[in-house]
């Protein structure tokens, strides 16, 4: 199932299958290494429900929800 | 002398790592135009001494951050004899994409694989000799923080540089590779050096290259067409990104043994810092642990009462051995404030250390200033001049050192610690409403202690534009220096059943509410829709390192020390020699501070502030105005002087006539206007041209509008209360208006500009 990683919730882990948007933001994100075929697991939200963290070729990152969003995402296992 | 280059991710160790290698020897500047830090020293352990340039920490060579732009300048222009690009053993695939970036400049480079020793010790293996051959530069095992084998990556650089390299890329995709090979081709012709890596950035479509050579687009754009990736079509800055870190994967990461104990079912580690943070960061938890760390921080840092002894215990400290040494022998100043009457003084509880040892710090510059002026002839110029000008001047601003020392202590251990990524992290989403990141939460805070610091501080927002509406909005903080002003007035103030206490508070919470509908709308004006993306790193937590937290106490100190020898020393001058002469200053000094220049200057200022009620009574323009400006110019060295030039001239609880609508123009005026000397030094170091002279303009009008609306409205009160409390009605309602409306415009150009 492919989902927006601004959708994942707490401990879900998948694929990028895709980034969107432009620019910048964009290379900042490849930059960090959010590239389609890079594994995801969203490991917690922010008190006030953004920005999130997620683990991503074995370090922490943080992304507001906004700039998760362009990230698409292939969720593992599909029972969810 | 050769010169090295110190590059790599932020929080692979590379301050560590310049730290140990320069040890003293370490200068930091500014980078020409820009505030980021630009750190050089000499490591002197090779048969000649070597200039280590320490490049800002990034992630990329991309031209988006002026961290990046910096770096890759200096790389290809200043052209260093060798980089030593340190790259952290336990995030490999990270650090290294940076790596294959500076693979493809034609220079020397050196990989330092640190964090080595932590590596080995979590049972992990990996394979020196492997990924050197396969990055075909040296690689050496280092632990910056041990200081392991800094030597030999020393003189494997050393080697390197002697030696010529031509930049190598590792994109291997065939039908890019040709196009690569063909701008390169095309570089050489034009004789640019370094043609690999402008190519592939142009082929990027990278900003600086476009624009450097607008006559090589075509190429690549004819090359887009007829080119098609299933993954990416034909987005080649996607594409390299991708190639760059899958060939990473495959090729690089091969040479790291895992061990299996450290893989959970889910394959990620679970290590100390991830329990930390589950507290830290906790849903619940956050902000209310972030508030205590915060508390305790301003607590010791700048509290009178220590845990509350006096408030909640009722303490008393009567004993004048015990209040001279808590108060740096205050005694004898406090029971001249009593009168004389000893049963009266009492210490209200214990300091903290901040103010503890501000008092006898400065108690050491004032007896310093005592020595010197009792060993100089009495009355001459030259004796006030180096008494009470440029000792008493540098006495105010030195005063606020150990308070700095301190809260930079607490902040410096904060960030190196991690911690302060997650307070980022905590409060991002509250204050992006406001245009401003969770990272300017801890500035705005110190500002209520002291705007030197806190202007200080906001070297840590990444954001240039969020960095100047920071500093713009600190003096909406009312600082400690200015406490005695609303002391003073509250004391006097029983206009219109205000009490004391009533009126203080009015003035926190104000500059408060200021502040926020101030952010707003430099938020909804600025002219760029555009919000600085927060996708950010957050480190492992580690125990903040005692020589780098030093290291950065040290630079603040030689910072701060060098403004006040400078821009702050020359000020005070020229006040000292305003307030001690007379027009005709070649008759010597004045004996009454109302014939001195700064009296007459006062005098002209009141036409300027007479909109503002010049601070008397109605418009009247009374006889005591003058002092009311004059002690605003004073107020410049330092907000304590606004009382004690009051003072001087004759203005006391008692003789000072003040209605409440004056009495909050001139308040609110003291509160929003420039900050003292220091502070406005802290901003000049922060802010570069332009920026800082727009943030002095943006202090004066902002104090001079709201004063102007304050005493305007405060009249009416005076005059007639309805009318009063309907004007601030509808003033409010006008704001919130201009808000909607300017809102609403802002989401409209904010749509046009995505589509």
Redesign the interface.
Known sequence: MRKKLSELAIGETGLIVGVEGEGRIRRRLFDMGVTPGASILVRKKAPLGDPVEITIRGYELTLRKEEAALVVVELDGGND | MKNFALAGNPNSGKTTLFNSLTGATAHVGNWPGVTVDKREGQYKKLEEVVNIVDLPGI??L?P?TPEEVISRNYILDEKPDCVINIVDA?????NL?LTTQLLEIDVPVVVALNMSDVMRKSGDKINVSELSKKLGVPVVEISALKEENLDLLMTEAYEASKVKRVGKTIIENKDLSHLIKDVVIAFKGKGVENPLFHAIKLVEKDEIETSNHPDLIGMVEEFKNTFEDD?FGNDF??LI??TR??YISKNYSTAISKNPANLDS?H?KVTKSDKI?KVL?H??W??PIFIVIMFIIFHVTFSEDILFMHRIFGLNITNPTAINFFTGMGYEGMLEEAGGIAADVALEGVPSIGVFLQSWFGWATGSLIDLVGGAMPEGTWYTSLICDGILTGLDAVLSFIPQILILFLFIAILEDSGYM?RVA??L???F?KFGLSGKAFIPMLSGFGCSVPAIMATRTLENEKEKNRTIRLMTCFSCGAKAPIWALLGAIGTWAGMDGGLFVFSIYVGGIAVAIVLALFMKLFSKDTYVS????????YHLPQFRNVMAHLWEKLKHYLTKAATIIAACTIVIWFLSNFSWAFWNGMVEDIGDSILADLGRGLRYFYYPLGCFENGWTNGPDSWKYTSSIITGLIAKEDVVATMEQLGLTVETIALNGAAAYSFAVYNLFTLPCFAAIGAAHGEQKGKEFWLTLLFWFAMSYGISLVVYFVGELYVVALWAGILVTIVLIGLVVAAGIIVSRRHKKAEITVQA
């Open positions: 992630y990329s991309s988006y336990t995030n490999l695939e990270r994409y993954t800055e996607a990104a991708d870190y899958k889910n990620q943070d960061t849903r619940i956050a902000i990524a992290f905590i991002d989403r509250a992006r993306p927060f996708i950010m790193e957050l480190p492992s």
